[in-house]
T-cell receptor
Framework: AQRVTQPEKLLSVFKGAPVELKCNYS??????LFWYVQYSRQRLQLLLR??SRESIKGFTADLNKGETSFHLKKPFAQEEDSAMYYC???????????FGKGTMLLVSP | GAVVSQHPSRVICKSGTSVKIECRSL??????MFWYRQFPKQSLMLMAT?????????EQGVEKDKFLINHASLTLSTLTVTSAHPEDSSFYIC?????????????FGEGSRLTVL
């Protein structure tokens, strides 16, 4: 069974502070990991995926197979980063996507 | 990117009635669509996988007769909540992958908020 754990429901930081949203997963094979974001009153959208190793809006995430983690990081948070962030896992072949419970990020001025 | 559209975005109905929610892929064909349910301040829970031209695959604990899914064409899947009750009130979201991208990215609809009185 595949499982995604996001231990923090809410993360509140000040503008300019570093941010790390934690994600741990459980999967027996080689997973595909994603971060999705939902801004207020908008639909869920892809932020980044581990396979592309890209940085989107200053966010990065590294897959650590030893720790089974895929934490999302940004060195300097901005107010517009305030949103709900979901870590998600898919098995090989892009089967069904399993979501974590999400972490609400609030960035205060 | 690809666009998935849902209709209606909000619906209010009386207990015991049935409600149909449509999910369309606007600029791509989707042989598979996914239906999720989201409770307030909780994660998305996969309800079922809709397969074009065949029966949907339901997740454990999801009542097939309660949540009827039909995927009649490559661009349309419908979710019908039959004999709705207040506990069915929720946010229903559909999603699909664009086979042309081959990235695994899911494109989400805007969601449909169902309120059963």
């Amino acid at each position: 069974a595949q499982r995604v754990t996001q231990p923090e429901k809410l993360l509140s930081v000040f503008k300019g502070a570093p941010v790390e949203l934690k994600c741990n997963y459980s999967y027996s094979g080689s997973p595909e990991l994603f971060w999705y974001v939902q801004y207020s009153r908008q639909r869920l959208q892809l932020l980044l995926r581990h396979i592309s190793r890209e940085s989107i809006k200053g966010f990065t995430a590294d897959l650590n197979k030893g720790e089974t983690s895929f934490h999302l990081k940004k060195p300097f948070a901005q107010e517009e980063d305030s949103a709900m962030y979901y870590c998600a896992l898919s098995g090989r072949g892009y089967s069904t996507l399993t979501f974590g419970k999400g972490t609400m990020l609030l960035v205060s001025p | 990117g690809a666009v998935v559209s849902q209709h209606p975005s909000r619906v209010i109905c009386k207990s015991g009635t049935s409600v149909k929610i449509e999910c369309r892929s606007l600029d791509f064909q989707a042989t598979t669509m996914f239906w999720y349910r989201q409770f307030p301040k909780q994660s998305l829970m996969l309800m079922a996988t809709s397969n074009e031209g065949s029966k949907a695959t339901y997740e454990q604990g999801v009542e097939k007769d309660k949540f009827l899914i039909n995927h009649a064409s490559l661009t349309l899947s419908t979710l019908t909540v039959t004999s709705a009750h207040p506990e069915d009130s929720s946010f229903y979201i559909c999603s699909a992958r664009d086979p042309g991208t081959n990235t695994g990215e899911l494109f989400f609809g805007e969601g449909s908020r169902l309120t059963v009185l």
